[in-house]
């Protein structure tokens, strides 16, 4: 029964730890993308300091 609650903690605390590694990627990806934008509308308008 102790074996069993410690593979069940390790397994959720995988699982916890994939989902944060996959939300820091994603908020990469997404910042990555403003940053692209923001870029991007900056050298359109030539007049603005970027």
Do not use: H, N, W
Request: glycine share 2%; net charge positive.
């Amino acid at each position: 029964m102790v074996e069993l609650q410690e593979s069940l903690i390790l397994y959720l605390g995988m699982k916890v730890m994939s989902t944060f590694e996959d939300r820091i990627r994603i908020a990469r990806m997404a910042r990555d993308s403003v940053d692209k934008k923001s870029k991007s509308s900056c050298k359109k308008q030539s007049e603005a300091p970027c």
